[in-house]
T-cell receptor, first 112, second 115 residues
């Protein structure tokens, strides 16, 4: 069936480095993509979203890139900080859908 | 703090029992979504309510039901509980009813443990 998945289940980076978290999706009808951050013991926290008519969107220290040709989504975090350590989920939805479809998540560990 | 509140934070109960989880959406949000998060399944959409009416159903078991009240808070009822129902249950809210229109903000979750 259609799904959203992540290439890497865990990612370890050094403080100050840039992080890249990848996500593949299979539903070509997906119109809307979101990245969430989930810290231990907390609910998912919205980071950034992007619609299918865009290739790139930037936020504060984060950039989301969308490649519709290969159905790939990535989240780039600049100058990664210890507070960025968390599990990151990508999610997608289509205009004909009714819910967000979440990937399994990638655990990001920032080491000093 | 997302503005979405959920109670209780933790719930421990026995198999066969029934529990009710409560969610209060952000002020002004009309849509409430329920999700289940387990270790092996990730975040799974269960059900959505918009302004008191059920709008969409996902992978929700027949033993589970939900409702949204006139004040917009929502309750998720889980009955005939099984060990496999142990999970984190999240509520999310948004202004609109269309999932691609508006961001969903998640509450802190309720951790359910079925013994």
């Amino acid at each position: 069936g259609e799904s959203v998945g992540l290439h890497l289940p865990t990612l370890s980076v050094q403080e100050g480095d840039n992080s890249i978290i990848n996500c593949a999706y299979s539903n070509s009808a997906s119109d809307y993509f979101i990245w969430y951050k989930q810290e231990s013991g907390k609910g998912p926290q919205f980071i950034i979203d992007i619609r299918s008519n865009m290739d790139k969107r930037q936020g504060q220290r984060v950039t989301v890139l969308l490649n519709k040709t290969v159905k790939h989504l990535s989240l780039q975090i600049a100058a990664t900080q210890p507070g960025d350590s968390a599990v990151y989920f990508c999610a997608e939805a289509s205009n004909s859908g009714y819910a967000l479809n979440f990937g399994k998540g990638t655990s990001l560990l920032v080491t000093p | 703090d997302s503005g979405v509140t959920q109670t209780p934070k933790h719930l421990i109960t026995a198999t066969g029992q029934r529990v009710t989880l409560r969610c209060s959406p952000r002020s002004g949000d009309l849509s409430v979504y329920w999700y289940q998060q387990s270790l092996d399944q990730g975040l799974q959409f269960l059900i959505q309510y918009y302004n008191g009416e059920e709008r969409a159903k996902g992978n929700i078991l027949e033993r589970f039901s939900a409702q949204q009240f006139p004040d917009l808070h929502s309750e998720l009822n889980l009955s005939s509980l099984e060990l496999g129902d142990s999970a984190l249950y999240f509520c999310a809210s948004s202004v609109e009813r269309v999932v691609t229109t508006d961001t969903q903000y998640f509450g802190p979750g309720t951790r359910l443990t079925v013994l």
